[in-house]
Structure formats: structure tokens, C-alpha cells
């Protein structure tokens, strides 16, 4: 079994949450509020579910530890946007969703091994089908953020606000 971690493949990742925090940061509220199209979250929303979900699928579905360390010690049913949009986030409770919830990523990528990622996941008491392999799982939470960042983009985009740059 080769030892090697997977954080290589996945080199850029902390610049760019490191990116979406400053950029979060540096909002207002009236910022936090704006919402890409009426029927869309508003930013906050978006940046909350963002952390969240990479609780729900390293801690609640992969089973890594420091869900506890998060805003979210119940993301299988209380995230922002999908499950709430009634407690907006402030940008301090937003930084620090997404710092707490990266250090859980940061863990991941220094302990789980290439060959690791073959190894399927299993949560049949959710409801029997969900299984994934550990791979698919830290490919899904990548994904996610950087969906959201455009989405974030976009939005900052057709406020006339600066948007944020991942990659220079």
C-alpha cells in the first residue's frame, strides 16, 4: 500500500478557500445579501452551505472527526440554504464556517492515501444506497466549492463587485 497522500493532487485548494474567505471578509451585510436572481440564495446562504457541506461529507458520511469544531454539528439537517434561511450569518460566522470546515478538508487530504481511495463508504441506515467511494467523496467536495465560487463570481459579477481570482 503506498503511503502517499493525496494532498498533491489537490495542491491549489487551500489558496482558493483561502481566496473565498478574504473575499467573504471583506463584505458587508448588505453585500451577504445579495442574491444572484430572486429565486437564488442570497451570498451568505451560499457561502454557509459551502462549509457545510463539506462537513456533511467528510464528518456525517465519511465519518472523519471535528464536525464538533464547526458551526455545523448537525449538517445531515441543518445547513444553511438548504435547511435554513431564517439565521443569516454575519461575515465573522462565515469566516469562521469556513475555517473550521477547511481544517476538516486540510485533515483528509494529509491522512487518506491514493490507495485509500478506493475504499467504498457505506450509510445504510440513510436508506440503503448510499455508498461512494472515499474518492468520489473528497472529488465531490471539491467540486462543490469550486461550483460555489463561480456561483459566488457570478453573483459578485452582476453586483458590479469585484470577483474573486483563484488562480493567479
Known amino acids: 500500500m503506498s503511503a502517499v497522500t493525496i494532498r ?40 454557509g452551505h459551502t462549509a457545510c457541506q463539506r462537513v456533511f461529507w467528510l464528518c456525517d458520511f465519511a465519518g472523519e472527526p471535528g464536525a464538533e469544531t464547526t458551526p455545523f454539528t448537525n449538517a445531515v439537517y441543518d445547513c444553511p440554504g438548504d435547511d435554513d434561511l431564517e439565521h443569516v450569518l454575519s461575515v ?31 450509510r445504510p441506515e440513510w436508506d440503503g444506497s448510499w455508498v461512494q467511494s472515499r474518492g468520489a467523496v473528497i472529488q465531490r ?20 463587485l469585484p470577483q474573486m481570482e483563484l488562480w493567479d
Open 141 to 160: 467536495v471539491f467540486a462543490h466549492d469550486i461550483y460555489h465560487c463561480a456561483e459566488l463570481n457570478e453573483t459578485l459579477g452582476i453586483a458590479g
Open 8 to 47: 498533491p493532487a489537490y495542491s491549489m485548494w487551500s489558496q482558493y478557500n483561502r481566496r473565498l474567505r478574504d473575499v467573504v471578509a471583506a463584505m458587508n451585510r448588505e453585500q451577504l445579501a445579495i442574491r444572484p436572481s430572486p429565486e437564488r440564495w442570497p451570498i451568505w446562504a451560499t457561502v
Open 92 to 122: 465573522p460566522q462565515l469566516v469562521e464556517a469556513l475555517d473550521s470546515s477547511f481544517h476538516i478538508v486540510e485533515a483528509c487530504l494529509d491522512r487518506w492515501t491514493v490507495d485509500s481511495l478506493a475504499e467504498e463508504i457505506r
